[in-house]
């Protein structure tokens, strides 16, 4: 945060000289090779820029490193424009760089400052944003680390001369415009338009002493903080040298972001008889920058008719393209340039200062002087270029214009959401409260904006629950302080800005659905300017839960549950089954359920089983539980709306970040309902448009078994629990039908839904009739059944299947039979750890089934 | 909307009399019976897990049941066939009492039951009057739950005339019989039933394999098994 300090003594500048902030644009044209970097012709020499950039950015590790590290490619000379020659076949335009001058130029003590220009003055309500990027939220980690690093600076020289007695960093903030128009040697008229946001920080300052160890002024160094520009190109120009034509059409926008790179330096006399004062005015400034594009289009399709024989080429410049696709600014006035060692922190002498400038000059740079107005950076200028070429001439007609103020940084603090913090449907209690103060400094206010953005958009408050078309923003500002404007809903959130300034800003924020996502960012407006809020993060935004990984699931919960990542995962693992998962993704089982009108998260690691007791029976309450026990599963027993009644789904209003498992076809739940069915007791009813595709009965999951249905004279025993093991894909024991002479009946043996442990609760009982060795048809020895308890793991059989067959003695009629023997279970389907399955569709038979 | 009020203090005396946990839930089915016979209503009233005894002073309640949408409201008449009776399923335990509802309450209405127990109304569930397509079956499940042995020999032998490739005639039959304690005869209708069982759902395919999800008429084998061990004068059985 910044604030405007013109009437701030510290920034105040009595006294204006001469500098000039000039902005060169490279021409595409004059460049051909789209793709090659443009250079900028200026005026100094690469020995001199290099002292310069080792007297302003000494002490800037970071950011010297970066710029050699983009600039490696460029060409560091300082040259001003000049006449340039030209040919028409020639690939590349032939810039040369100018002589530089080492002989001091006096300044021009009489020159008339230009007024301020309109179109660029700050305006409270139109401030440019800053950081200039308005567009996607930028992480600004990095540039906020070396934020503090400079602040740091300063503030560590708080008790040195000259150094910031308030502890703050001083920005300077504003806008400059440069304008080309590049005429055609024959006709035609390109034009370049860059739109710069600048936020330069003052980064060192030089103690200037003279003799006695009198401190007579302080050189400042400015670096880009977190500017930007955008710009666009469009027209033709066409040059003719005799038949031979060349023309060639411009096209294109491009921005930078805040890797810009601009320095510059004022000064600040603090003498009434300042030795420097024939050179070095009080309040002269410099600044350049050169920037670096990020995204850029600029196309130019350039048609060459050498008499007879035409040639087309057309280039463009691709995005990640570091050389100077955008356009570049760089030095190009009469001010002199301090020759300075590199900076180790001490004070420099008078006589060295003045021996360290370094002047130039040029028949076509700005020779108007740059001197703070009012504390201010700001002017205008126009300059006209003639450049030669071998058969024409072209014309270059530059516009400059600034206006940048000074300002006193303090950067507001957005606090992140509480770790813990989870959004729940509209709950007072659950509100979240945030205070943003603009300064540390007492007494400084600004205008609040908070902008709560990609919101998310669910349906309903939780997966089963609310109203399926409600598509409403899942958070929202409360309403009811009386310092806002009613907040304004934009396409992924809302606008919710102060009637007034305030020294600091608390705002609620609720949410209405139990997945509500958002990002929330703020700005304070100060001084017709707006600045960001930073998070602890070093984020321009938090986020609502707090979610570092962005995966729309508060992190505290992921951690509380042990997962990470994908939030569309399905990976539940318990119990073991067919496959993981349950059909519900990470994401909804955090959004959560409303399981009898009651809210709850699930175990993302626990395979849940959503069951609807149509019939409203204890009965069947009771065989539920009894089946989530010696199943393992999780079950829940939901009410009527809380599922899709004809699809059966459980997660109609699910959204976003839907299971992968289920490829967006939801995850149904079992409906159990008590009807009269005649002669069985129960059925696992699957869906018929299943049925008709397979041509039989197939037992799945939860998606293919549409009913449980039991009689209402067996709600007693544990057909149900037996049913509901269909519906999680659990098959009886054996699937051979034995044929013989049991007439009427199904009889027990081997392989058949009578064979393996006893206490299946997959498997027939009470066979009427089995087969013995003797391939008799005998009386079924129903007192030797047993109680069915348990899903099962081993398929081996038990009692009377178990062991070979043999006879034995029947104590209810005194006779020797055989035992029934039906042997060990053949269904791998009936196995509870290896057959259940929530996620299937439609499946074949398991094996020996 | 008409409310149809009874009085059900007797209901609650069991209740009372139980030393019954502070209900939970209020749980209420409708067999719909049919016409010129009853419906049933199966209020049950499951506990929670307070130990809290109920206060006599909780059923002081002329409030039970609501009907909607019926025109003859005022003529419903309530009665209780048998004595309300306790319940276990897993720990879910609770009271239940049988309402006969004569005459049959109309398809379509809508009936919920209301009390207040300890300053806390409960609501039931609100159930809807709805019959099966072929309506025998209303009647049939109603003449069981009343043990009217004369209406479902009736019903299974108006079946056995008009549906005799059907089991639903014998196995009525069979179980009226059986009320009856004509255990041969009752016998030999289920057995028939259950012959025409494995003729009309055949265990396995065209090509042999057995269906999946096909299970047997566990009923009917139940039924068997009841009749034969009262025949040799025992009781029970497994699950």
Not at chain 1, 122 to 144: K, Q
Not at chain 1, 584 to 596: A, L, T, V
Request: glycine share 8%; proline share 5%; net charge negative.
């Amino acid at each position: 945060m910044t604030i405007p300090s013109t009437a701030n003594a510290l920034l105040a500048i009595p006294r204006a000289l001469v500098t000039l902030c000039a902005l060169a644009w490279a021409n595409h044209a004059s460049t051909d090779g789209l793709g090659v970097p443009l250079q900028t012709v200026e005026s100094l020499d690469q020995s001199i820029q290099e002292t310069l950039q080792g007297a302003l950015e000494s002490t800037e590790s970071d950011y010297q490193e970066a710029s050699k590290t983009s600039d490696s490619q460029r060409d560091w000379n300082y040259a001003e424009p000049r006449v340039a020659s030209e040919g028409v076949e020639a690939e590349e335009d032939q810039e040369e760089s100018n002589v530089v001058s080492s002989a001091i130029i006096k300044l021009k003590p009489d020159i008339i400052l230009p007024e301020r220009s309109e179109s660029l003055q700050s305006t409270p309500e139109s401030g440019a944003v800053l950081p200039a990027n308005s567009g996607d939220p930028e992480d600004i980690s990095d540039s906020m680390k070396e934020s503090a690093s400079e602040t740091s600076k300063v503030t560590d020289r708080g008790s040195n001369r000259g150094s910031n007695e308030e502890g703050q960093s001083v920005v300077w903030v504003g806008q400059a415009r440069i304008t080309h128009h590049n005429y055609g040697g024959a006709e035609g008229l390109h034009t370049v338009q860059v739109n710069h946001t600048i936020y330069l920080a003052e980064v060192h300052r030089f103690d200037i002493i003279g003799e006695d160890e009198r401190l007579v002024g302080q050189l400042v160094s400015l670096r880009d903080k977190k500017g930007g520009w955008t710009s666009f190109q469009d027209g033709w120009t066409r040059s003719a040298c005799g038949c031979a034509r060349d023309i060639t059409e411009f096209t294109g926008s491009a921005y930078g972001g805040s890797d810009q790179k601009i320095v510059g330096w004022i000064y600040h006399s603090m003498v009434e008889d300042d030795p420097l004062g024939d050179i070095l005015p009080n309040g002269a400034y410099s600044v350049k920058w050169d920037d670096i594009s990020t995204d850029s289009s600029f196309t130019s399709t350039r048609t060459i008719i050498k008499c007879s024989e035409s040639f087309t080429k057309s280039q463009s410049i691709l995005e990640g393209q570091q050389a100077v696709a955008g356009p570049t600014w760089s030095l190009q006035s009469s001010m002199p340039i301090p020759m300075l060692p590199s900076h180790d922190g001490q004070p420099i002498s008078v006589g060295r200062l003045r021996e360290a400038f370094q002047y130039y000059k040029s028949d076509y740079h700005d020779q108007q002087t740059r001197q703070l107005i009012d504390g201010k950076m700001r002017g205008v200028y126009t300059q006209k270029i003639p450049i030669a070429t071998s058969c024409d001439s072209k014309l270059r007609e530059e516009t400059q214009e600034w206006f940048v103020q000074p300002a006193i940084e303090v950067e507001p603090k957005l606090a992140e959401t509480p770790y813990r913090w989870r959004p729940k449907r509209g709950d007072e209690n659950n509100t979240l409260e945030f205070t943003v103060t603009v300064s540390d400094l007492p007494g400084v206010e600004g205008k609040f904006r908070f902008t709560l953005f990609d919101v998310t958009r669910e349906k309903g408050w939780a997966v089963n629950a609310g109203d399926r078309e409600d598509d409403a923003l899942d958070l929202r500002f409360v309403e009811d302080d009386e310092n806002f404007l009613a907040p304004k809903e934009s396409d992924d959130g809302w606008v919710l800005e102060a009637n007034r300034t305030l020294e600091e800003a608390t705002i609620r924020i609720e949410a209405d659905d139990y997945g509500a996502w958002g990002r929330l960012r703020c700005e304070v407006n100060t001084g017709g300017w707006w600045f960001p809020c930073v998070s602890m993060a070093g984020k321009r935004y938090i986020t609502i839960p707090y979610d570092e990984d962005q995966n729309k699931i508060a992190d505290f919960w992921e951690e509380q549950k042990g997962i990470s990542g994908d939030a569309t995962a399905d990976a539940d693992k318990t119990p073991e089954g067919r496959e993981s998962g349950d059909g519900f993704s990470n994401y909804e089982e955090y959004r959560g359920f409303q399981i009898q009108g009651l809210w709850r998260d699930t175990e993302p690691t626990e395979k849940d089983l959503f069951v609807h007791n149509a019939s409203n029976r204890e009965e069947i309450t009771s065989s539920v539980r009894e089946f989530e026990t010696k199943s393992s599963l999780t079950v829940h027993e939901i009410n009527e709306d809380e599922l899709d009644r004809a699809s059966r789904i459980v997660n109609f209003n699910r959204g976003i970040n839907q299971a992968v498992s289920r490829d967006q076809k939801g995850q149904a739940g079992v409906i159990v309902v008590v009807q009269e069915l005649d002669d069985i007791c129960g059925k696992a009813a699957s869906d018929p448009s299943i049925e008709e595709s397979l041509s039989w009965s197939p037992i799945g999951g939860p998606n293919v078994t549409q009913l449980v249905l039991v009689d209402p004279s067996c709600l007693y025993g544990t057909t149900t629990v037996h049913e509901l093991g269909h519906a999680v894909n659990l098959w009886h024991p054996g699937g051979r039908y034995l044929v013989g002479d049991c007439e009427d009946s199904l009889p027990a043996g081997m392989d058949t839904p009578y064979s393996g442990p006893l206490n299946n609760y997959m498997r027939y009982r009470n066979a009427e009739k089995y087969i013995g060795p003797d391939n008799k048809c005998y009386k079924y020895p129903k007192h030797l059944e047993e109680r069915r308890s348990a899903f099962v793991t081993d398929p081996t059989g038990t009692g009377m299947n178990a062991g070979p067959e043999r006879w034995e003695y029947n104590t209810l009629d005194g006779k020797n039979y055989p035992y029934p023997v039906s042997g060990d279970a053949t269904c791998s389907g009936t196995l509870i750890d290896k057959s259940p399955s929530l996620n299937q569709d439609a499946k074949t038979y398991p094996t020996g089934c | 909307m008409t409310r149809t009020l009874i009085k059900a203090a007797w209901f609650w005396c069991l209740l009372l009399t139980s030393g019954f946990s502070l209900a939970e839930q209020l749980r209420l089915t409708v067999y719909p019976g049919q016409a010129p016979g009853s419906s049933l209503v199966m209020l049950s009233l499951s506990a929670g897990e307070s130990d809290t005894v109920i206060d006599p002073i909780w059923f002081d309640t002329t409030r039970l049941f609501e009907i909607s949408n019926s025109s003859d409201s005022e003529l419903i008449k309530f009665v209780t066939p048998k004595a309300p009776w306790t319940f276990d399923f897993g720990g879910i335990k609770g009271v239940r009492q049988l309402f006969a509802v004569k005459p049959a309450l109309t398809t379509g209405v809508e009936i919920v039951a209301e009390l207040t127990v300890r300053e806390q109304r409960i609501v039931s569930n609100r159930a809807k009057v709805a019959r099966l397509q072929d309506d025998f079956r209303d009647s049939a499940r109603v003449a069981i739950l009343l043990d009217d042995a004369q209406t479902l020999l009736t019903i299974g032998g108006r079946l056995i005339q008009t549906q005799p490739d059907q089991t639903h005639g014998y196995r009525y039959r069979g179980f009226a019989l059986e009320m009856l304690g004509r255990y041969p005869e009752a016998e030999e209708d289920i057995l028939k039933a259950r012959t025409i069982f494995f003729e009309n759902n055949p265990p396995a395919d065209a090509d042999g394999r057995m269906i999946p999800n096909w299970e047997p008429p566990e009923i009917l084998d139940r039924a068997l098994r009841r009749i034969r061990l009262a025949e040799q004068g025992s009781s029970g059985g497994t699950d």
